[in-house]
């Protein structure tokens, strides 16, 4: 909670706190009108301030206007009725001011969590570059690397400057630029982006761009600037009172002076001026927005807690109401719509057991720190016996060999096979796969590769049956495994070999082509979607498993990585919109209904309060409804 927040809510406490003692103290007169402005000020002076700035800057007809025009008209008709021996009730005009102020101050908190500095979460800035000087390696800033530099990138440190390497090789964890948990090996002549970290060699790199122009500074940029693209709608209030606001303000004027000066001049009888100021000061009760101004925030709001319960985060009302319009959901593959964590798929062409086979290619992995290593250390699911294993070498872009109870084992690539003189079959399965070789003789391979998440396939086919037109999936995974995972899950379209840059321009394709009320979401989870999240017209994170950017980026998170919650959270969002509608049209309905009975003298301060009050719990009854997910309430 901001510091805003926290005093608007004190301020609202405050001013229920005193109109609840204030209806204990019997006093009257001039006293009681002193009292009761006390509240008044304290629950309404920001909102006067802001009328009195719009009638100065000639730009008068806005919501503030109209509350306090509304709320003195309530206060000059309590004084009215004190002047002519009634008791004057100035409650109305301090509910108005407060009802006003719990909505907006729902509306601010629920907006005031969506995004922080995403640049500030963006773990792939380098903080600098190594040169080489008289022998010594000099930090220094990137930006001061002139192109066909050779910088130097030790084991553990980020590429700061795209380039190709000259000397070295290493294995490099692209996580933060494409994604994928496999490190991608380079060696001398490769080409690499900055963005990613050297994981086991000293590369020397001739940088082939300026920092500026660099991957990581691309990706930094889009993060910064793509959410200032996004339209952003404007309030419905706000529009409304446009209209609303000049045209009952006006009327309640031509109410208090038309017909008296038409009954004394035309007619030549008393203008009776108390009966139609009264009237014009009642027509300015009934036309308070209250029902609107607190009902609308409260549908969002109860909106955006029905979405909490099921599990889904949305960070504001306006994302809400984007995410109801949506007809095209694109998205990531790894970790979305994959566990993001490789596995063991199969073992084929075995000349063994499985398991023992198996058990090879664990013992001569476990020195490793690779991810491949891992997923088959668990896959053997035995502890190592470090004394069974000995002479561990790693060849780099190869595999590794090992002794193993005195069997040589090599497991590799198809490069290493070749390099040992051992025939090799090839896999038609989709993934990774580890050759096996034991003792000069082929062994078979190991098949390694994400896993579809348990309702993907589940998640794509509710979203088409909630009218979803397209799904697409966009990943900087390879195109055999884009291809493969799409046609398993029923997706419509798969692009494949994407970085950030890319994913952002297929997103703004897509929301070119589409209509101007058919919104693009995007679904990722990791640091390189938080570009292309900022910029979708409604970007979705995975909660549980995203990085922090990515969270950052979103404006909808879904807590427990479930991708099926993204069609629950459509649903919702329609849900929330159609009661939204629902209690403007009864609100503005019943509200033009009172002000025409108030203006021919049938409407008096009861039926103004029911135009008031009475239709704003109706809404909020109403408002409710949305916290109810799945139910036909």
Not at 117 to 141: C, F, K, T
Not at 351 to 362: I, Q
Not at 523 to 528: E, R
Request: one cysteine or more.
């Amino acid at each position: 909670m901001t510091k805003k927040q926290r005093k608007n809510l004190t301020r609202i406490i405050v001013t229920a706190t005193l109109l609840i003692i204030l209806h204990f103290v019997p006093v009257t007169g001039i006293l009681r009108f002193c009292l009761y402005m006390v509240p008044y000020a304290i629950i309404s002076y920001d909102i006067l301030r802001k009328a009195v700035k719009g009638v100065i800057n000639r730009q008068p007809f806005d919501e503030c206007f109209l509350m306090a025009v509304a709320s003195v008209g309530a206060i000059v008709l309590a004084v009215y009725e004190s002047a002519h021996g009634k008791s004057g009730d100035y409650v109305e005009s301090i509910a108005v001011m407060l009802f006003y102020q719990v909505g907006e101050w729902f509306q601010s908190y629920a907006v005031g969590k969506s995004r922080k500095n995403i640049s500030a979460l963006m773990d792939i800035r380098p903080d600098y570059a190594n040169i080489e000087q008289d022998g010594e390696l000099v930090r220094v800033d990137p930006d001061e690397v002139n192109t066909g530099s050779i910088i130097v990138v030790n084991p553990g440190e980020k590429v700061p400057i795209d380039g190709v390497v000259v000397e070295g090789n290493s294995s490099l964890n692209t996580a933060a630029l494409t994604g994928e948990s496999v490190p991608r090996d380079v060696a001398t002549g490769d080409e690499i982006i900055s963005g990613s970290i050297s994981m086991t060699g000293v590369l020397k790199i001739r940088t082939t761009k300026e920092f500026g122009e660099s991957t990581v500074s691309k990706i930094l940029d889009l993060v910064e600037n793509a959410s200032s693209r996004k339209s952003k709608s404007e309030d419905f209030i706000t529009k409304f009172a446009r209209i609303y606001t000049p045209a009952v303000v006006y009327s309640a004027i031509a109410l208090a002076i038309i017909p008296p000066l038409v009954r004394m001049l035309a007619l030549g009888i008393s203008p009776d001026w108390g009966t139609w100021i009264y009237r014009a000061l009642t027509f300015l009760v009934i036309s308070c927005p209250c029902a609107l101004v607190v009902s609308i925030p409260l549908s969002f709001f109860a909106g955006l807690g029905g979405a909490s319960r099921a599990g889904v985060l949305v960070k504001g009302s306006n994302y809400l109401e984007t995410l109801s319009k949506v007809k095209t959901v694109m998205f990531d593959k790894t970790g979305t719509l994959t566990q993001g964590v490789f596995k063991v798929v199969g073992i084929h062409h075995s000349t063994m057991d499985d398991k023992e086979l198996l058990k090879y290619a664990a013992y001569a992995e476990s020195a490793s720190s690779h991810p491949i290593a891992h997923s088959l250390l668990d896959a053997y699911g035995l502890e190592i016996d470090r004394d069974k294993v000995n002479d561990i070498k790693e060849i780099s872009g190869r595999g590794v060999t090992a002794l193993v109870e005195g069997h040589e084992v090599a497991a590799g690539n198809l490069k290493l096979m070749g390099d040992l003189g051992v025939s090799a079959l090839e896999c038609h399965g989709v993934g990774t796969v580890v050759h096996m070789a034991v003792d000069g003789k082929y062994a078979g391979h190991i098949l390694i590769s994400d896993v579809v998440k348990e309702h993907s396939g589940e998640a794509i086919a509710a979203l088409h049956k909630e009218g979803i037109k397209k799904v697409v999936m966009l990943t900087g995974d390879s195109k055999k495994v884009g291809e493969a995972v799409a046609s398993e899950l029923g997706i419509d379209e798969a692009h494949a070999e994407l970085l950030p840059a890319d994913k952002v321009d297929w997103v703004e394709k897509y929301i070119k082509s589409s209509g101007k009320e058919e919104k693009v979401a995007f679904v990722g989870d990791g640091i390189n979607d938080a570009p292309v999240l900022s910029r979708a017209d409604i970007g979705i994170a995975m909660g549980a498993m995203g990085s922090d950017a990515a969270i950052e980026a979103a404006d909808v998170v879904l807590m427990d990585d479930d991708p099926l919650k993204i069609s629950t959270a459509i649903k919702i969002a329609k849900k929330s919109l159609r009661i939204v509608y629902e209690n403007i049209y009864f609100a503005i309905g019943i509200k033009f209904l009172c002000l025409i009975l108030s203006a021919v003298g049938i409407a008096n301060m009861w039926l103004a309060i029911f135009a008031d009050t009475g239709v704003l719990i109706i809404c909020v009854i109403n408002a409710i409804r949305a916290l109810f997910v799945g139910k036909k309430a």
